[in-house]
């Protein structure tokens, strides 16, 4: 029977895990993160079928080895992986946000003969870890394949395993996938959280300050809700590339602020135009990559008949959700319910019904 194991069982490790596991119900899968309590909502959830404490021992029993920790880890890993006795045609891959670094590292791995595929889906969340997981999170979204010495069969292989994601292949060499994330991901959450932590210090002596953002500063900034050691270790691993698109992206504002300087109504206008041309034809958020998801939290009771009594609200008036899952609750103390939607139109909907209701919401998100 296929063994695979899964190094680092966060958002992305335990999404492939379900979509695996939709698509091979006979594939065992073996989860290891250094977060127990990550490996014990797992088991839980029979999202895995057993947990591994070291990859020295783990990985010589695997047929697949996915690296899905942070990209600092899969480089350490992958060093690792190339001292082990693993079986020979074991599949290597990973899930990592940046390709040169990566296959740099599998180097000593592929001069062993070993098969490595990087990998890299174009799709996931702000938000991180197990429970965060869905087997639908990567549908219709892109995933990079960066074969380097691999063999065909070697793609084929990976993609029949990861059939269930519903993805759009693209294969690619390190250097085009790092050059397309460095502008199209890494510049972006760059630029979102710098925008946050400047508004922070800008309106540090409102009262109501950032309280006071609309729509639009909550959409540009969601991305920075992301996981910092993640993108540290994104940043760190594809410096160079980075370094010289946040160069032109200054340039562009620095152009921007002579042509208000200027007052330059046509310039102005112009730029707002090519913008609004470009992103209009992107086509709505759901389609192509990233597939967001919309969180309500509120207070239970612990009451027989609560966690019902929400979904036969939702129900009764065709909210439909995602998932729903009870954070904590101990005995008569309350609970907090996630309760997760599509798209934010029908959680605040929820929201204003559930309150109507008398729940209390305590964050969206
Ligand atoms: N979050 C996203 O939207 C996407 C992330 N990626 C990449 O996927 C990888 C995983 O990201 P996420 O799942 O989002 O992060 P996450 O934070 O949800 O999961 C990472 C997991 O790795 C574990 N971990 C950290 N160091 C470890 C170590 N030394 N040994 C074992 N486990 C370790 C953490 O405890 C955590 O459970 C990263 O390389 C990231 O760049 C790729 C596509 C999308
Ligand atoms: O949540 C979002 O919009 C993202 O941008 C998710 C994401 C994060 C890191 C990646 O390497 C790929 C996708």
Known sequence: MTQVLIKGFGLIGSSLALAIRQAHPDVTIVGQDVQSASLTYALDH???????????TAAPQAD???????????????????????????LITDVGSTKQTVLKAARPLQQRGFTF???????????????????????????????????????????TLLQATHVKWLTVTPKQHDRL????????????????????????????GLRLAAGGFKSITRIASAD??????????????????????????????????????????????????????????????????????????????????????????????VNIHILEIREEVDGV???????????DQAATLLQAADYQIVRRD
Request: glycine residues 6%.
């Open 46 to 56: 029979q999202l895995i079928d057993a947990t591994a404490t070291e990859l020295t």
């Open 228 to 321: 910092p050691t993640m993108w540290t270790a994104i940043l760190q691993n594809n410096a160079e590339l980075i370094t010289q698109q946040l160069q032109a992206y200054q340039a562009e504002l620095a152009e921007i602020q002579t042509a208000i300087a200027a007052k330059n109504t046509a310039q102005l206008t112009q730029f707002f135009a090519a913008a609004k041309t470009t992103r209009d034809h992107l086509g709505p958020e759901h389609l192509g990559s990233l597939p967001n998801f919309y969180d309500l939290f509120l207070n239970i009771p612990d009451q027989v008949g609560a966690l019902a009594d929400v979904t036969q609200r939702l129900a009764a008036a065709e909210l439909s959700l």
């Open 64 to 90: 697949v080895i996915i690296l899905a920790g942070p990209v600092s880890v899969i480089c350490d890993d992958l060093a690792i992986l190339a001292t082990l006795p693993l079986k020979p045609q074991v």
């Open 181 to 208: 994330v460095a502008q199209l991901s890494h510049l972006p959450h760059i630029v979102a959280a710098a925008l946050v932590n400047q508004t922070q210090a800008a309106l540090a002596d409102s009262p109501l």
């Open 117 to 159: 595929v990087g990998g890299h889906p174009m799709a996931g969340s702000h938000k991180a870890g197990v429970q965060a997981g869905r087997a639908d999170l990567f549908e219709n979204a892109y995933y990079f394949l960066v074969p380097g010495l691999a063999p065909q069969s070697a793609l084929d292989n990976l993609q």
């Open 337 to 347: 319910l996630q309760v997760t939607f599509g798209d934010a139109a029908t959680r």
